[in-house]
């Protein structure tokens, strides 16, 4: 069964910072991996969408890379600011209609 | 353009009491709909998944149900609500093949 990991579950940066959020998955016979940010309280907005074939997808300050052999993908936020702050979940698609979450990285970004 | 609505967006309700949430897709035609549940401080567990008008399959034992009556519309109830139902729930849609998920905006159930 496809296992999916994000790290750091959480992380604080100051405003102004470039980062990077790690998402990793066990089994690469993957269909794509989206991206979501999740406010308190809210429910998930998808910030990028990367199909199995693509390296990378690119959104404003925002770039998503896929490699898919070494079952990784990470987000790229640059320039951070206090609106950035966020859970970001990472969901990889397999199979027929199964998607598979990891738990979240809980992004603080201080003023 | 496609969208999707849940309701209502909280919800308190007493232990023993009924469930029904609700959650349509405007603007596409058989989507695959879904039921996720978010614990506090916990990940996302999917509950159901639809993929056409009667068809629904339950990825884990609980004490929920799921219904889809039409094409586009996605119900979860419960006849009798246990306090560790108390959670977020989400309904999200997508297609077959090589799409995404579109989550709703979630309700927030607490039972008390």
């Known amino acids: 069964k496809q296992e999916v990991t994000q790290i750091p579950a959480a992380l604080s940066v100051p405003e102004g910072e470039n980062l990077v959020l790690n998402c990793s998955f066990t089994?690469?016979?993957?269909?794509?991996l989206q991206w979501f940010r999740q406010d308190p309280g809210k429910g998930l907005t998808s910030l990028l969408l990367i199909q199995s074939s693509q390296r990378e997808q690119t959104s404003g300050r925002l770039n998503a890379s896929l490699d898919k052999s070494s079952g990784r993908s990470t987000l790229y936020i640059a320039a951070s600011q206090p609106g950035d702050s966020a859970t970001y979940l990472c969901a990889v698609r397999a199979g027929g209609n199964q998607f598979y979450f990891g738990t979240g990285t809980s992004l603080t970004v201080i003023p | 353009s496609q969208t999707i609505h849940q309701w209502p967006a909280t919800l308190v309700q007493p232990v023993g009491s009924p469930l029904s949430l609700e959650c349509t897709v405007e603007g596409t035609s058989n989507p695959n709909l879904y039921w996720y549940r978010q614990a506090a401080g916990r990940g996302l567990q999917l509950l159901f998944y639809?993929?056409?008008?009667?068809?629904i399959s339950s990825e884990v034992p609980q004490n929920l149900s799921a219904s889809r009556p039409q094409d586009r519309q996605f119900i979860l109830s419960s006849k009798k609500l246990l306090l560790s139902d108390s959670g977020f729930y989400l309904c999200?849609?997508?297609?077959?093949?090589?799409?995404?998920?579109?989550f709703g905006s979630g309700t927030r159930l607490t039972v008390v």
């Open positions: 089994d690469s016979a993957i269909y794509n």
């Open positions: 999200a849609w997508s297609v077959q093949g090589f799409y995404g998920y579109t």
């Open positions: 639809s993929v056409g008008i009667g068809q």
